[in-house]
C-alpha cells in the first residue's frame, strides 16, 4: 500500500476542483497511471494531457515514472511566471 | 551572492539592490518585468500570480547555479511576485552583477528566458469580461 500526496495548479486544479489531495493504491503507480485516474473522473483533462508538466518531489520528471510511497506529486499546465 | 524570494507584497528597488553591493563589480543590471495593460487583443485589468512556491525557490536556484557557473557572475537578486499584481507594478525583478558589462547582459537574459520555462509560477489575466490562464495557450 502506497500513499501519494497529489498537487494540482492553475488551470489543473480549477478543473479538477482541489489543490491538494492524498491517494492511496495497492501498488507502486507510475504517474501517467495517475493522471489517466484523474482523467476518468475529469474528462476535460484529455485536451491537457499532452502539454502536461509533472513534478515528484519538486523536481521535473516524465510520466513514465513510478510513484513511491510518500511521494509528492505535482501536476500542471505550462509554467507562465516572470 | 544570491538573494532569491518569492512574496506577495510590492518589490521596494531600492531594498533589493542594496543586497551584496560590490565596488569591484563595473557592472549592475537591472531587469523590472511588470503588468501591462493589454494582451493578445484583450484589456488587462490586473493578474493573479499562483505559485508552488518550495518548488519555485528550488527551480530559481537551480537557474541561479547554471548562470554562476557560466558567467562567475558576482551577484544574483531575484524577486518573483505572487498574488495579485497591478497593472504597471514589478511582478519580477532580476538584478545581475559582474566585473564586466557582457556576462550581465547574458546572464540576465538567460535568466528571465528559463524562469519562462521551468518555474512553477502561473498567471491568471482579469479582462472586464472574464478571465483566463495563461499557460493553457501553449
Redesign the interface.
Known amino acids: 500500500m502506497i500513499t501519494i500526496h497529489l498537487k494540482l495548479f492553475a488551470s489543473m486544479k480549477d478543473i479538477c476542483g482541489f489543490a491538494e489531495k492524498k491517494f492511496t493504491y495497492d501498488n507502486n503507480i507510475s504517474v501517467k497511471a495517475l493522471i489517466d485516474h484523474l482523467t476518468d473522473s475529469h474528462p476535460e483533462i484529455a485536451d491537457k494531457k499532452e502539454i502536461l508538466l509533472i513534478a515528484v518531489n519538486e523536481a521535473y520528471t516524465v510520466p513514465e515514472t513510478i510513484l513511491n510511497d510518500g511521494d509528492v506529486v505535482a501536476i500542471f499546465p505550462p509554467v507562465s511566471g516572470g | 551572492m544570491r538573494h532569491i524570494i518569492t512574496q506577495k507584497e510590492p518589490i521596494i528597488l531600492d531594498d533589493l539592490l542594496s543586497h551584496g553591493e560590490s565596488q569591484s563589480d563595473g557592472a549592475d543590471l537591472v531587469f523590472i518585468?511588470k503588468v501591462r495593460n493589454h494582451s493578445r487583443g484583450k484589456t488587462v485589468l490586473y493578474i493573479d500570480?499562483?505559485?508552488?512556491d518550495?518548488?519555485?525557490v528550488?527551480e530559481l536556484n537551480r537557474i541561479v547555479d547554471e548562470t554562476m557557473e557560466q558567467w562567475g557572475l558576482s551577484r544574483v537578486l531575484i524577486v518573483?511576485r505572487y498574488g495579485r499584481v497591478e497593472l504597471g507594478e514589478p511582478?519580477?525583478v532580476i538584478a545581475v552583477s559582474s566585473s564586466h558589462r557582457d556576462e550581465s547582459y547574458k546572464s540576465s537574459r538567460y535568466i528571465?528566458d528559463e524562469?519562462?520555462?521551468?518555474?512553477?509560477?502561473?498567471?491568471?489575466e482579469f479582462y472586464s469580461d472574464g478571465s483566463e490562464?495563461?499557460?493553457?495557450r501553449?
Open positions: 518585468g500570480y499562483e505559485i508552488y518550495s518548488m519555485a528550488k518573483h511582478s519580477i528571465i524562469i519562462k520555462k521551468r518555474v512553477p509560477i502561473w498567471k491568471k490562464w495563461i499557460g493553457d501553449n
